[in-house]
């Protein structure tokens, strides 16, 4: 059973560019959540998907956008980047009923913005 | 809205010792707490969870927590610590209600085994 799955795991931008990150949720869930752990801090929540529309979001510019698929896979994009979008990119899936708000994260993605 | 205070950023201990990682939070709803470990270079991993019922709450690898309403407190603890517990870990708080669905973490906790 594949839990969840992100890509890239690191890669390298620099200002002002854009960046599509991936994720496959957890089989058999259907709710993919968004965080963003800068070094050294817990993660932060960025928005949550469920039905392939936005549920819910966190305190985060319209920079940060994101779509869910049929499938249920998720992309984040976040565009015009700043240095401080550096960060781990954690998506975490679960499933929408029942919620107990228990989430299964990946291993993130690693974003380095020069 | 809900925040959670985790009170040592570090906590270095002795193998085979007991262990307790502090949580406070707060909330004005009735919430459901979790304690998620993270090792280097990886994503976060359940530990265990409070949702309702019995305030002690029992996790994987020998670890445990308490909830305590009146404290505001969800303090993590294990009676005998190995080297492989050397991990971060992140208190992290939900309202129990429908319609709050994202967790809200604490900054962490770096528990560091020494033999």
């Known amino acids: 059973d594949a839990g969840v799955t992100q890509s890239p795991t690191h890669l390298i931008k620099t200002r002002g560019q854009q960046v599509t990150l991936r994720c496959s949720p957890k089989s058999g869930h259907d709710t993919v959540s968004w965080y963003q752990q800068a070094l050294g801090q817990g993660p932060q929540f960025i928005f949550q998907?469920?039905?392939?529309?936005?549920?819910q979001r966190g305190n985060f510019p319209d920079r940060f956008s994101g779509h869910q698929f049929p499938n249920y896979s998720s992309e984040l994009n976040v565009n015009a980047l700043l240095l401080g979008d550096s960060a781990l990119y954690l998506c975490?899936?679960?499933?929408?009923?029942?919620?107990?708000?228990?989430?299964?994260f990946g291993e993130g993605s690693r974003l380095t913005v020069l | 809205a809900q925040s959670v205070t985790q009170l040592d950023s570090q906590v270095p201990v002795f193998e085979e010792a007991p262990v307790e990682l502090r949580c406070n939070y707060s909330s004005s709803v009735s919430v459901y707490l979790f304690w998620y470990v993270q090792y280097p270079n990886q994503g976060l991993q359940l530990l265990l969870k409070y949702l309702s019922g019995s305030t002690l709450v029992k996790g994987i690898n020998g670890f445990e927590a308490e909830f305590n309403k009146s404290q505001t407190s969800f303090h993590l603890r294990k009676p005998s610590v190995h080297i492989s517990d050397t991990a971060e870990y992140f208190c992290?708080?939900?309202?129990?209600?429908?319609?709050?669905?994202?967790?809200?973490f604490g900054k962490g906790t770096k528990l560091t085994v020494n033999p």
């Open positions: 992290a708080v939900r309202g129990a209600q429908g319609g709050s669905e994202k967790l809200v």
């Open positions: 975490a899936s679960s499933l929408f009923r029942p919620n107990t708000g228990e989430l299964f």
């Open positions: 998907y469920y039905e392939e529309e936005e549920r």
